[in-house]
Each structure stands twice: as C-alpha cells, then as structure tokens.
C-alpha cells in the first residue's frame, strides 16, 4: 500500500509539472523516450517510474535540480544532484568566480542571490546604494527584492517605479511558475502588495533610434544627480549541483556617461 501511495504522488506531481508546462503526454513522452501509455501509467500510478526515465522526462519538463530530486525521493531513488554550502571547500572555484565578477565589475552595482532572492554575496558599489535604505531592511537574511521594491528601500529613490516594479514582479511570477516553490510565492505576494504606481507606456523614456537599449532603472540619488542603467543577469549555465544551480549574478551597468562618471564618484567618495 505504502508504494501505491508514492506511485500515486510521483504521477501527481508529474502530472501537475506537465500541466503547468502545457505540454501534453505525447510531447513528454516522445522527448524522453517512452510511450505515452506508458507516461500516462505513471501519471495515474498505475506504474512506477525507474529512475533514469524519471530523469528524462524532468528534463523535459525543465524541473530545477532541487525539485528533481524531491521527485526522485518520493520515488524511492537516491537523489541524483548534490546540494553544498556555498562556503564548501568543493566550491571554491564557484566562490572565486563570483569574487571575481563582483570586484571586476567595480565601480558598477552587482549582487548574488539565492532562488529565494536572499543576498549572497554583493560588491562595494552595491554597499554604497544600501546606504540609502532603511537600515531594518539590512537585517539578515537581507532579501534584495524586498530591498529594491519596498517602500522604505531604494523604492523611493526610483524615478521610473512602475516599470521596474512591473519587471522585478514579472520575473518572480515566472519564478513561481517554474519552480512550484511556496516561499517564492509568499514573497510574490508580499512584494506585490507594496504601494506603486501602475507601469504605463512612457514613450520618453524609450531608447533613441540609434540607441541597443533602454534603461532599466533610474535614481534620483539624496544629493539630486539622475542615475541611469540598464541590467544583466548570469548564472552559471553547467552546474550540476543545487546551490550553483540556483544563483543569479545580478548586474547593473551604467546607461549614460553621466552615470559611469557618478559611480566614479561615489566609488572615490565612499
């Protein structure tokens, strides 16, 4: 009984993560080399996955690492990703590289996060920055999508509010969407319900024609200067292990001379 029962979870939880992806059982079943008889076999729990077809079809459906090996748990098979700390000796040469990204991109604002958008690790121009936000919100675990939406954080220093509400929130529901992960979406709520100001169309604030690309955020700054970027975010593309897996290098680039010349500054100042 006891395995009918986990038979009957992994195919729920299968199911829901193909529904969720609006694949259908064909689809899924033709990529990771089965039948669609026998994918809806496990679906139903009528038959119990083996742990190698189990891995195709979560790579089918795109399941992060640590939702696969809950998969393969609730199965009865040993988890097939390794998850470390970051402060791991076998990691060292995930810290150095995030070490160096972080100095090398100096004088330039650029964090790490974790899944859950929890900061990992940030560079001295980011610290400059959090100078301007409420202190009880550098409590740890300090969260930077809380520290750049809430009211209280660098919220109230954002010119274009709307649009970068509406970019930051977009990314977390696609988060949610694609990992199922209750704590993101408890944030998504959370953050969702801070006040501001709906994200309309502002056709001033379109690149140029002979502009690549629009700013993403713009700060008025306590001393009155303007500061302008645009945004890029790495991960690290072959981990294989859960914490690598879920880091994001979030940096922030200067969209204009006047800004290169103000983190100069601050850099200098601070």
């Known amino acids: 009984m006891a395995a009918l029962s986990s038979q009957a979870r992994v195919g729920s939880l299968l199911r829901d ?6 694949l259908t059982q064909l689809e899924v079943a033709l990529d990771a ?13 009528r038959s119990k996955p083996g742990r190698e077809i189990l891995l195709r079809i979560a790579e089918r459906l795109e399941i992060p690492f640590r939702e696969r090996n809950q998969l393969l748990l609730a199965a009865g098979h040993a988890p097939a990703f ?3 700390s970051l402060q791991d000796p076998e990691l060292a040469s995930v810290r150095e590289a995030l070490d160096l990204i972080l100095t090398g991109h100096e004088p330039c604002p650029a964090v790490v996060i974790d899944r859950g958008w929890n900061l990992v690790a940030a560079n001295s121009a980011m610290r400059v920055l959090a100078a301007w936000v409420d202190p009880a919100l550098l409590e740890l675990p300090v969260n930077v999508m809380r520290i750049g939406l809430h009211p209280r954080g660098l919220a109230r220093w954002i010119i274009n509010l709307g649009e970068v509400r509406a970019y930051f929130v977009g990314r977390l529901e696609r988060q949610v969407v694609i990992t199922g992960d209750a704590n993101l979406a408890a944030l998504l709520e959370e953050v969702a319900g801070y006040p501001a100001p709906e994200h309309e169309h502002d056709p001033a604030a379109e690149a140029p024609a002979d502009e690549i690309l629009t700013p993403l955020m713009r700060l008025r700054i306590p001393d009155g200067r303007e500061l302008s970027f645009f945004a890029t975010v790495a991960t690290f593309g072959t981990a294989a292990e859960v914490t690598t897996s879920e880091l994001s290098i979030e940096l922030a680039f200067p969209a204009d001379a006047a800004t290169a010349a103000a983190l100069k500054n601050l850099a200098r100042d601070g």
Not at 17 to 22: A, E, F, L, V
Not at 33 to 45: D, K, P, Q, Y
């Open 33 to 45: 080399g089965i039948s669609a008889r026998h994918l809806s076999f496990v679906e139903t729990g």
């Open 82 to 84: 390794p998850e470390r």
């Open 17 to 22: 993560w193909r529904q969720q992806r609006r």
